[in-house]
Every structure is written in C-alpha cells, then in structure tokens.
C-alpha cells in the first residue's frame, strides 16, 4: 500500500462465538460501501471470508452487519459516514448466534415472527368482493408507516431488550404484528394480540428507540410496539385478554 | 473479546431508563427510611424534633438535594412512559427525556438554594 491516507484498516469478525477480528489493509475509494470492503478482502485477501448479501442495493436485507458497533445495511453504507479516522470494525449482527466470520444466524428472528403470527390470516375467497380501504383510514395510515420492514435484522440487532431477554419477540415481529392487526382484511386480529401480549411479547419493550434510531427504512418500530401495548391494555379491559 | 462496543450507552433513552430504575431503587431505599422518622412522632415529638435537628447538617441538605432530583426524575419519567404507552405516539422521547432530567435538575437546584 502507497499511501496511508489511501488505505483502509478494516477489522473482520474471523470464526464463530470464539472468534476474533483481525486486521486487513484495502485502498480506499471514491463512493465506497461497507459491502464493497467485505467483498474487496474475500475477493483479494481471503477467499474463505464468510458473509450475506443478495441485492446490493438495499432491497432485500440481507447484507446486515455490526458497522463500528452499529447494525447497518452495508451495501447502502457508505465506508466516508462511518470510518473513524480511516478505521472501520465489521462484526456479525449482535443478538444472534454466530455461524461463521460476518454471516448471524436468523433463524430465531425469523422464528418470532411465526411466534408473533406474522403471517396474513385471509378470510375470503377469491369469488368475494375485493375489500374497498381508503388509504386515509387511521388504521390504513397505521399500516403505511409500518409496512416497509425488509427484515433485515438490524432491529433486532439493535434492540436492547433482546439483548437482556432471548425470549422478546424483538420490533420487527412486532411491527409485523401492529401492521396486520390494523388490517381491515386480517382475520387473526385477537389471536395474534394475545400472542404479541404473552411473556416475549409486546410489553418486554422498554422504549429506547434504538430499533427506529438503526432502521434503515426509517420505520419506527417503537411506536408500533407502543401501539400493541395500547390495543393490549384495552383488550385486557374490555375482558377480552386474560392475563 | 466482544463482537460489539457498548454502542448502546449513547443512546439517551437508554440513559433515561437507566436513571429511572436508578432513581425508583433510591426511592425505595428511602421511603422506609422516611416512614421510620415518621414513627419517631407517635413515640414522642422529642424525639422527632431531636432527629430533625440532624437536616440542619449540610450533608443531610445535599442528600436532600438528591432526593428531590430522584423524586421529580422519577416522576416526569414515569409520567412520560405512560403517556407513551397508553397515549397516541408523540414523536420527540429523546427530547422530552432530557427535558424531564433538566425539570428535574431545575428543582433541585431551587430547593437547595432555599434550604442553604
């Protein structure tokens, strides 16, 4: 390397729970990302790097990483907002377990969202009418602001609560539940809260707002949370959600 | 070695949480403490009289100070999370946060000024 002011120090996470970082050198460039530094060392330096992308330009959530201490997507992460004097740490995402060098496994933040009943409970027919919404319903407006979840993971990487309580569902499975149970067209509603209001659920979450702070779709998955625990106490009120 | 920093402890409500279970642990710390002073009373008011003699010590006013701040923390705090959870969402926690601890402070401070 020629020019120290033209080189990045990068620290890899190498190995599983037991790892460690170690220390590569690569040549800065104009417009950088995260993921292109990944892809520089495996591609140059060591081909048994392991990591995770797809799309490369922010759609699918896939290339999450730990950035200088900070869950990020990394392909829409650019190596000039983040290095700290020429120095960037890259680390699997936190609050999951470690297969190998840069790749979490997701299986568990994917399992809370059958947990939180992620899925869409249709109750029509395609013979049925399609159901009419205007988009300016409260409940509708509700759904827009949380819709855009690419599951990337950085939520749950983010989440302080997760990090204390294994069995918290975490934000995205929450925000995934708050989004369809403000659905018109769900038919899961109650079965759902009451699994989002169980031990894990909804009221674990204490409010730090790392979740919206890392977003990288900008959602606020605090204030859907907030919303459950709102819909949570009324049910509980209302009788309809035993303790 | 850690595969994260403590990135975590920069974040304000991170800190407003932690201040709030730090101040309710004062508070719990203290209230039986005060229900025992207050029971000096019904054995006899000299002996009261004669344990509040000891807040005429600086020490015991600065402790006072403390606890003013724990207990107007603690409150604007409390009052702040359930509005956000039982309230529509109001966007600006962070703000509303530092805006409990700077209340807090501020009475304090008042309260220490007129007792000194």
Known sequence: ?243 | MSVTRRTYRYNILWNAALIHRLSGIGLVVFLPLHFLVLGLAIESAGKLDSFLQLAQMPVVKLAEFALVFLLVVHLLGGARLLALELLPWLDGQKLLAVGAASVAALVAIIFLIRVL
């Open chain 1, 1 to 243: 390397m020629s020019n120290a002011s033209d080189v990045l120090q990068v620290s890899l996470w190498r190995g599983g729970a037991e790892g460690g970082f170690k220390t590569y050198e690569v040549p800065l460039r104009p417009n950088q990302t995260i993921l292109d530094i990944v892809t520089w060392v495996q591609r140059n330096l060591d081909a048994t790097l392991s990591y995770r992308f797809a799309c490369r330009v922010g759609m699918c959530g896939s290339c999450a990483m730990m950035v200088n201490g900070h869950p990020r997507w990394t392909c829409r992460t650019h190596v000039a907002k983040v290095a700290q004097k020429g120095v960037v740490e890259i680390a699997p995402l936190a609050n999951m377990p470690i297969i190998k060098d840069l790749a979490a496994d997701m299986r568990q933040f994917f399992d809370k969202w059958v947990v939180a009943h992620g899925a869409f409970a249709g109750s029509k027919t395609r013979a049925d009418e399609i159901e009419l919404i205007k988009p300016a319903e409260p409940a509708r407006v509700a759904v827009d602001a949380a819709i855009e979840c690419i599951n990337c993971g950085i939520c749950y990487a983010a989440c302080d609560t997760v990090r204390w309580n294994p069995e918290y569902l975490g934000p995205a499975a929450l925000n995934r539940a708050w989004s369809l149970n403000n659905d018109v067209r769900d038919a899961d509603h109650a079965g759902r809260l009451a699994a989002v209001s169980a031990d894990g659920g909804c009221h674990n979450c204490h409010s730090h707002q790392s979740c919206q702070a890392h977003c990288p779709q900008s959602l606020n998955p605090t204030r859907s949370i907030a919303g459950l625990k709102r819909l949570s106490t009324q049910a509980y009120l209302r009788g309809d959600l035993k303790p």
